[in-house]
């Protein structure tokens, strides 16, 4: 099974499409699914079940929590997280079953701020390659997932439909997201994927000034 695993859509401050269209790009390029994980909030999850279910298709419901620490990627949720803080998000994180993942860890713009080497046993994975951070240093939360036996994740952190699936994470004999749930607890994960077009990247400033001027929804 095939998913990416940090999409955003337009419900995020700095996201462009709907979460239809991301699905669709997902499908288009022989993905599974996505994990829906808008910034801080949970409102993508109505519209985007409803547009799971017409394609037919597996979506996790997620969210990025922004913290002092940095952010936290939150996966197979039932409902939105809380917390502002790093320790307070991942409590609610696995007090609902979730999965807590650090994404863009050594990206030199998002790069987590915090210890990570002292948060190392409260989360479960790493995301060791993001299509988006050009200058992200992959390489370096390879490493740090390596060493500490933490799963290693991969995802697009599309804004815009079309980069839908330029990263994924892939679980090898998972037919369903229980199996996909499982293969990133026991490790059992690959990455693939490429960089995003350069041109992409001032998606997600396009975004924050369409929605100033308020010609995109939602």
Partial sequence: MKIDL???SYYSYDGLSSPEKLIKSAL????????????????SWEEALLAAKKLNTFLILGQEIRTKEGDILGLFLKRGIKAKTFLGAIKEIKNQGGIAIIPHPFHFLKKFKGN???YK?????????????LFGNDKKALEFAKKNNLAQLAGS???YHKCVGDAFT???????????????IERKTKTEGKKTFIFYLIYP???KLL??????KP
């Fill in 6 to 8: 940090h999409c955003h």
């Fill in 28 to 43: 288009k390029k022989g993905l599974d699914g996505i994990a829906i994980t808008d910034h801080d909030t949970t409102a």
């Fill in 116 to 118: 990570l080497e002292s």
């Fill in 121 to 133: 046993n409260l989360i479960d994975g790493i995301e060791v390659f993001n299509s988006r951070g």
């Fill in 157 to 159: 952190d599309t804004h």
């Fill in 170 to 184: 892939v679980v090898e004999g998972a037919k369903n997201l229980e199996d996909f749930k499982k293969g990133i």
């Fill in 205 to 207: 400033f396009l975004a």
């Fill in 211 to 216: 929605k100033k001027l308020r010609l995109i």
